[in-house]
């Protein structure tokens, strides 16, 4: 037993001396840093009371005024946070090449759909990049567009028959899930005649009940290499399976019927032909096509909820946005056109200035890939090391966006934006790693704003939560009791 104690001890002992060391990382660096609590690092309250977002905000505001960069942990990993807008632009442009990465948690061995841009890094990430960017021309997008019309005409017939108290987010995700599966899929999903189809189920799934806790997600994402080790799974066996057995049936008709479709799928096809160069396989094109369906869906839906609860609690804006649309509608015959669409500055000011407030990313990832000697500094980081770019903390900086939390679509007005540093808003990303979805999740969010205001007013209900407070159950910024309007049929004259 004394035996056992002593050897308790020293293990103890030895931790302690360990972790101390780990935790005065930053410090004997001389980089500035808020004190980190055991094993907990700065993510004390993370996953009950509070969001990421409220973390990042408290390290954003102790050092803003004074600081560049400060030393960060998420839990055990050491992080750099950024806060400097001209050192964001040299990790993200112009030194991207020993910032390549983003270090985010990839399984492919035991769940084959994490293999996806969103998640690869190096080779395999560059080439796919390279050869899935051709998809998101704005040739694509104007190909793809009726297709988003027809979607949009269905979300109005489904709003006639829901007039009166609903749940935006809900709503407006049935439209976009039917939107990506028939651009990207070239499916049907029916998710607005049906808000029980098997695509909306199993994209709630997804995003509302995940295989893991929110702490064994953060430790999935900042302890990578050992979750993969451990050989921990992101994706629920019945998600991922719905998927794959999709994917294939899909691959399998086209081939059969010689069907030729220019969306998502067909390309991925084209790559992964017999013969082509570097061919990529099944799997391969299956994790392509889910992560492209759940950003499609559910960043785009949570951006138009945020945007009609915005529109709902300013009534001026909501009134001479829609005097907007009305009017360019009136010009193109009530028709909704991939030009009309351009022809529209406010609606764009308005959906910039909800990305602004509500970025769907609270903050961006890198890692970097080789030492690097800050600029203006006699800092070298690590290869491997973290860096944390805090977006949600930026874009609600009063000194870039005064009076940060009132939404005004004028910051987005072009001389406005022009005066504004470039990587003061960065909801999409910046440089070679940025979100290559960005236009058409734009297009579609525009689409759908379009269809709604055109026909239905919105105002606040008894159920209106003000203000929203996020969930702490995700890493994306989502609300804890969704959003709950009012909608009311616009009488037509």
Not at 266 to 292: N, R, Y
Not at 367 to 381: A, F, I
């Amino acid at each position: 037993m004394y035996t056992l104690l002593v050897l308790l001890l020293t293990a103890g002992i030895l931790l302690y001396v360990k972790l101390r060391r780990h935790y005065a990382y930053w410090r004997r660096r001389g980089v500035a840093g808020e004190k980190p609590v055991y094993f907990r690092g700065n993510m004390t309250g993370f996953g009950k009371e509070l969001h990421w977002t409220d973390i990042n905000k408290r390290i954003y505001g102790k050092f803003r005024g004074t600081e560049r960069y400060c030393g960060y942990f998420t839990f055990l990993t050491k992080a750099l946070f950024v806060m400097d807008l001209e050192l964001i632009r040299k990790i993200m442009i112009s030194d991207f090449g020993s910032f390549a990465d983003r270090g985010l948690f990839h399984n492919v061995r035991d769940d084959p759909l994490t293999g996806n841009l969103l998640f690869l890094d190096g080779p395999e990430w560059r080439w796919l990049r390279q050869n899935l960017t051709q998809v998101f021309s704005s040739g694509k997008m104007k190909y793809m567009f009726p297709n988003m019309v027809e979607v949009g005409e269905r979300l109005k017939a489904a709003c006639d028959q829901v007039i009166g108290e609903i749940e935006a987010k809900d709503l407006c995700a049935r439209f976009t899930t039917d939107v990506i599966g028939s651009c990207a899929f070239g499916l049907e999903c029916n998710s607005l005649q049906d808000p029980d189809s098997e695509f909306r189920r199993m994209g709630i799934s997804v995003v509302s009940n995940p295989l893991h806790s929110v702490l064994a997600q953060a430790f999935m994402f900042t302890q990578p290499d050992l979750a993969r080790k451990l050989r921990f799974k992101l994706f629920r066996p019945e998600v991922s399976e719905f998927f794959l057995d999709t994917v294939r049936q899909t691959l399998d008709y086209r081939r059969r019927e010689n069907i030729h479709r220019n969306d998502l799928i067909q390309l991925l096809m084209e790559l992964g032909e017999e013969g082509a160069k570097d061919a990529l396989s099944f799997e391969q094109i299956a994790a392509q096509a889910l992560v492209f369906f759940l950003a499609g869906f559910d960043t785009s839906s949570t951006t138009m909820s945020f945007c009609l609860y915005e529109l709902a609690l300013n009534t001026d804006i909501q009134d001479k946005l829609r005097v907007e649309v009305l009017d360019v509608l009136g010009r193109h015959n009530q028709k909704l056109t991939y030009e009309s669409v351009q022809e529209m500055p406010y609606l764009d000011q308005v959906v910039a200035e909800t990305l602004r407030k509500y970025p769907i990313l609270p903050h961006l990832l890198r890692r970097s890939t080789k030492e690097y000697l800050v600029p203006d500094s006699d800092l070298v980081l690590e290869a491997g090391t973290k860096i944390m770019i805090p977006v949600h903390s930026i874009h609600h900086d009063p000194e870039l966006y005064p009076d940060p939390e009132n939404f005004d679509p004028s910051r987005f007005e072009p001389e406005e934006v022009k005066a504004r540093h470039p990587f003061a808003y960065l909801p999409f990303g910046e440089g070679p790693r940025n979100c290559i979805g960005e236009r058409f999740g734009l297009l579609q969010v525009k689409v759908g704003l379009v269809y709604l205001l055109r026909d239905f007013k919105f105002s606040r209900s008894e159920k209106t939560q003000i203000p929203l407070k996020f969930s702490s159950r995700t890493f994306l910024i989502s609300t804890q009791e969704g959003v709950h309007l009012k909608m009311d049929k616009i009488a037509t004259p």
